[in-house]
């Protein structure tokens, strides 16, 4: 065993302590009233870089959150990493569907609790500790590396975007290595090659001038709801099928083998269904349910609203209605041209008897990534050396858009190398992380650092 490995072996409780002590702020980047936990959370990382003996840490202010930024690079002849993670957190409701308290991390049957255990806190840290593993054993990073954590991920990178398009130079890597997606199951490695993109839209339909009496004007009057509605179920048809003219012109058909690869990887639809409490899955006709969660564009409601909520009935038609739609993409989609042809379809959609507005929301591009990139085998490798485990390589369909950035701006594949498990509950109440693959994911992350100059090409 390494001296970097054994080091990681001795220091588990070490690591934990510290994770848990990252993971009690509520550093939530959704919610203004939290801009001091915000920072604190930065200043908790620039600590830990501060540990580092890099030759650089730095904490960029930026219009938005901090950018927490560090470097050592004293190699000429050995590849550039760029780690990249995000401190901030969606937020923790609704509070009373936690059993434990969202940001007091837990341990339950191996399993750490918290809000940012997994997306992105526990996984983003198993790179800071893998680092400590070479310094604090006596050792060098045996990489150039660079490290980037963002307080925004989770509200679209807004500041991110033109922070690396200003700072290209300072960023100039060969690859980014990023640990803020899933694995394909429980005990089973996978570096995820695909990430969709998104457009997120919200629309108003404004009826009448007020709330009016259901009975009195109900019938002779628009409703905005009923309109809603109807123009929400012409957005896809029976076969799922997304209805927006020319949505689909820039998607790249998946191919035969793409198809094939997915069809070959372990993918169990009873559990799947089980794990979910449903009885039947639903999609795009023509697809299997892992290429349509994953690498075939989406229109879902995420949200919707007006009229009456309360207990009882209250006989009333609202005079407004409104929605929130998400549409996942895939390559070559552009988000700003599918919000455009959004807006244009769904406002051809409305009567003469409502006005609508429709409002673009953050979003992203897809993005893919080249499986014959040497960086990606050397992933694959140190996965296998600490799993005991062939890797699968997969798709997934949540979202970093950042990754689409790194390629345009940077010119670098990233390296998907998640550590979570669709299990986790990221974005819900009992968020967790196993701490097993905490553990394994810094082994995982120290051994790539160590294997990747002899994967160089
Ligand atoms: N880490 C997730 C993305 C993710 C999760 C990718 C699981 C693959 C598997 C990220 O923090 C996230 O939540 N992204 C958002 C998009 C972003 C623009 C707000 C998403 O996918 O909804
Ligand atoms: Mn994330
Ligand atoms: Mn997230």
């Known amino acids: 065993m390494s001296e970097s490995q054994a080091y990681i072996e001795a220091n588990k409780e070490k690591f934990l302590k510290e994770l848990f002590d990252l993971l009690r702020i509520p550093s939530i980047s959704t919610d203004s009233t939290k801009k001091s936990e915000i920072h604190q959370a930065a200043n908790f990382l620039i600590h830990q870089l501060n540990e580092l003996d890099l030759s650089r840490v730095e904490l960029f202010d930026t219009p938005g959150n901090p950018i927490v930024y560090g470097e050592h690079c004293p190699y000429d002849d050995r590849p550039t990493v760029l780690v990249y993670g995000h401190y901030d957190v969606q937020p923790s409701d609704p509070d009373d569907l936690w059993d434990t308290p969202p940001f007091e991390p837990t341990i339950k049957d191996g399993l750490i609790y918290a809000r940012g255990s997994s997306d992105d806190k526990g996984q983003a840290f198993t790179h800071i500790k893998a680092l400590e593993s070479f310094v604090k054993s006596g050792n060098k990073i045996p990489v150039n590396v660079k490290v980037i954590l963002e307080g925004e991920e989770e509200i679209g990178s807004p500041n991110l975007v033109p922070?690396?398009?200003?700072?290209?130079?300072?960023?100039?890597?060969d690859m980014v290595l990023i640990s803020d997606t899933a694995m394909f199951g429980k005990?089973?490695?996978s570096i995820t090659y695909g990430l969709r993109g998104l457009a997120y839209m919200e629309v108003e339909v404004v009826g009448p001038n007020r709330d009016l009496h259901s009975g009195v004007y109900?019938?002779?009057?628009?409703?905005?709801?009923?309109?809603?509605?109807?123009?929400?179920?012409k957005?896809?048809?029976?076969?799922g099928v997304i209805q927006i003219p020319g949505f689909y012109d820039s998607v790249i058909p998946l191919t035969e083998a793409d198809r094939e690869a997915m069809a070959a990887l372990p993918f169990d639809e009873e559990?799947?269904?089980k794990s979910l409490d449903i009885d039947a899955v639903h999609g795009e006709k023509g697809y299997t349910t892992l290429e349509r969660a994953s690498?075939?564009?989406t229109l879902d409601v995420n949200g919707i609203w007006g009229g009456y909520q309360g207990e009882g009935a209250k006989t009333v038609l609202p005079s407004k209605a409104g929605a929130k739609i998400s549409m996942?993409?895939?390559?070559?989609?552009?988000?700003?041209?599918?919000?455009?042809l959004f807006k244009k379809y769904f406002e051809s959609l409305a009567p003469d008897t409502v006005k609508v507005k429709v409002e673009e929301h953050?979003?992203?591009?897809a993005s893919v990534t080249d499986l014959d990139f040497y960086g990606l085998k050397a992933g694959a490798k140190a996965f296998e050396e600490i799993y005991d485990k062939e890797v699968l390589f997969s798709r997934e369909g949540g979202s970093i858009p950042i990754v689409a950035d790194f390629k345009r701006v940077l010119g670098v594949e990233s390296i998907l190398m998640g550590f979570g498990l669709t299990s986790n509950a990221i974005h819900s109440p009992n968020e967790n992380f196993s701490l097993e693959d905490f553990y394994r994911g810094i082994k995982t992350s120290a051994k790539f650092f160590e294997i990747l100059p002899d994967f160089k090409e």
Do not use: T, W
């Open 218 to 233: 109900g019938g002779a009057v628009e409703n905005p709801l009923n309109v809603l509605c109807e123009m929400i179920a």
């Open 362 to 365: 953050h979003g992203g591009f």
């Open 187 to 189: 005990d089973q490695p």
């Open 235 to 239: 957005l896809k048809d029976e076969d």
């Open 271 to 273: 559990a799947y269904k």
């Open 163 to 173: 922070f690396i398009e200003s700072h290209k130079e300072m960023l100039e890597c």
């Open 328 to 340: 996942r993409l895939v390559p070559d989609q552009n988000p700003k041209e599918i919000a455009q």
């Open 295 to 297: 690498a075939r564009p």
